[in-house]
């Protein structure tokens, strides 16, 4: 218990060097105060796409966050050391509980945006679907170890698609679901990683191989990093684009998905904070 | 043109690659004024229905007079199927927590653009590289890194554009519609009678109500309140505007179903739609 104390201090006080927000997050930390604590993801995009006419696909399906080969998260902590589990967002109990900043709040069990998840000692994300005009696959709001807000992701499906089929048209063999469990577990490395930054020379936007060299949230660095984890900032991970304008793409993808975060000296999986 | 055609394979190639996933924060467009909202909201339907010129218009004159500003709103089917308030479409938060807590997907529903984006689009969907490499400079400012590319990888709602025939040779459709949110929208049973493609209702036995229909043999579309939609392939092919049925009338975007009928090049004069010959049916 103490154990677990201590290292969500250290968790929050790494984080509040990276943020203004110190005593939020300080707040967010006594709330925390608790056992060692599981991890799940919300999934609010587990709805059907049209069921009245028996189109019952998910717009993001469950299965892109349990699905085996996306989620293993052999260094990621959680319930049996089988890392995130998925938790069904609009299923649940109506329940009244107290947030210490808000008051009480009634709702299902775990439809709050804000606070309820960590008041039930457990980590959570939220991932949303999005058609916002970002030209990303996915992005994340905020550390998950900050009470005030559950973090949330949010992920363009129709682009994790649409880059699949690319690829897949010009010969690789990529599993739309193993895509999206990528996509989903890099945003959940943001969350766990936000005060990880690899190259701090590098400010945002300032160069202009930026993505490749920023290191920022945990992201991989060219050159220093392993390219067979989900913290690649590419998608699909191996890939590298035309850094010497010669034509060529200095590295072509994986024929295969990772399956995991890395775990060699720096790690991902040695830099988690939740339940080393 | 073959130059043309040869960059956008590079640029469509290259840019498949950058689909890195930063987190949020990161710095956005000011917000746009009424008028801005309003105009740029014509231009977003303008460029997702093919009319890249207009688009590139109305884009262009709200970038000269307010710069690069950001308009979000809610397509008017949202207030259709979503009773009561709805989030102010500028306030992140209030949409996320909207969504987790009511269950409708309202981070989906909500539209934003903004010119140097719509911009950027357009030119490349015109093959116009000069018009596409200083909008694409131009979104830097609010683009991370290589994601520029990603831009430009997208598919479009109607595709790219290609010569066709001369406007004076196409024809008028015998087909009524509405607009709505500068969307045009047609009668799904005349539309589809004219365009010549085979559908079906589909109804609930227990209501007697329409829920869908289908398209062809393997297309889906919803009428309950959901863009969603399955095309003539049965591949995933949502619709920038969801249809609906008033009055025993189904309203589809008429867009989406001359993509299914192999339509290319339309557009609304004198109150009619022209379509490009040859055009018509398939």
Request: glycine share 8%; net charge neutral.
């Amino acid at each position: 218990m103490v154990g677990g104390e201590e290292r969500e201090n250290l968790c929050c006080a790494e984080a509040g060097n990276k943020v203004k927000d110190v005593r939020r997050q300080s707040i967010g930390c006594l709330v925390m105060l608790a056992k060692v604590k599981d991890m799940f993801v919300m999934n609010f995009g587990a709805v059907p796409r049209d069921p009245e006419n028996g189109d019952w696909s998910f717009v993001i399906p469950n299965e892109a966050i349990t699905h085996p080969n996306g989620f293993p998260g052999t260094g990621v902590p959680g319930e049996n050391d089988n890392g995130f589990w998925l938790l069904n967002a609009n299923e649940g109990e109506t329940h009244s509980v107290r947030h210490p900043e808000v008051g009480w709040i009634t709702g299902k069990i775990v439809n709050f945006l804000h606070g309820y998840a960590h008041l039930r000692d457990v980590y959570a994300a939220v991932v949303v679907p999005s058609e916002d005009n970002r030209p990303r696959l996915a992005w994340t709001f905020g550390p998950i170890c900050n009470v005030a807000s559950i973090p949330v992701i949010e992920i363009r499906v129709p682009t994790v698609r649409d880059a699949v089929n690319y690829w897949n048209s010009v010969g690789y063999q990529y599993d739309l679901l193993h895509a999206l469990a990528c996509v989903i577990a890099h945003e959940l490395g943001h969350t766990i990683l936000w005060h990880i930054d690899h190259n701090e020379q590098v400010q945002n936007g300032e160069d202009e191989i930026s993505i490749l060299t920023n290191g920022d949230k945990g992201h991989h660095v060219y050159g220093q990093h392993r390219m067979r984890c989900f913290m690649w900032p590419y998608f699909p991970p191996g890939v590298v684009p035309d850094l010497d304008n010669d034509g060529a793409w200095d590295s072509l993808p994986f024929p295969n998905l990772p399956t995991d975060f890395c775990d060699s000296d720096p790690g991902c999986q040695n830099l988690w904070r939740l339940n080393p | 043109m073959r130059k043309v055609a040869w960059i956008t394979t590079i640029v469509f190639a290259l840019s498949s690659f950058c689909l890195s996933s930063p987190p949020g924060g990161y710095p956005r467009p000011p917000r746009a004024n009424a008028e801005a909202e309003e105009k740029l909201k014509e231009a977003y339907a303008a460029y997702v229905q093919g009319q890249y010129q207009k688009a590139i218009r109305l884009s262009l004159e709200v970038y000269e007079k307010y710069g690069d500003v950001e308009a979000k709103w809610f397509p008017s089917w949202v207030r259709r199927v979503v009773k009561g308030h709805l989030p102010d479409p500028y306030n992140k938060n209030e949409v996320l927590g909207r969504t987790i807590e009511s269950g409708f997907l309202f981070t989906m529903a909500i539209r934003s653009t903004f010119p140097s984006y719509l911009l950027a689009r357009c030119y490349n969907a015109l093959g116009d590289d000069k018009e596409t490499a200083r909008w694409a400079a131009e979104l830097r400012k609010w683009v991370y890194g290589d994601e520029i590319m990603l831009v430009f990888s997208l598919p479009y709602p109607s595709g790219y554009v290609k010569p066709s025939a001369p406007r004076n040779t196409w024809r008028p459709l015998p087909l009524k519609f509405r607009e709505e949110d500068y969307f045009i929208l047609v009668p799904l049973d005349q539309a589809c009678k004219v365009l010549g493609i085979p559908f079906q209702y589909k109804v609930n036995p227990k209501t007697g109500k329409r829920t869908g229909a289908k398209i062809g043999e393997k297309g889906l579309i919803s009428l309950m309140g959901r863009p969603f939609a399955r095309n003539i392939r049965g591949e995933v092919d949502d619709m920038a505007y969801a249809p609906y049925e008033e009055d025993g009338v189904v309203w589809v975007p008429f867009y989406w179903l001359a993509k299914q009928a192999g339509i290319r090049w339309w557009e609304v004069r004198n109150g009619k739609i022209y379509v490009a010959p040859k055009q018509g049916t398939k």
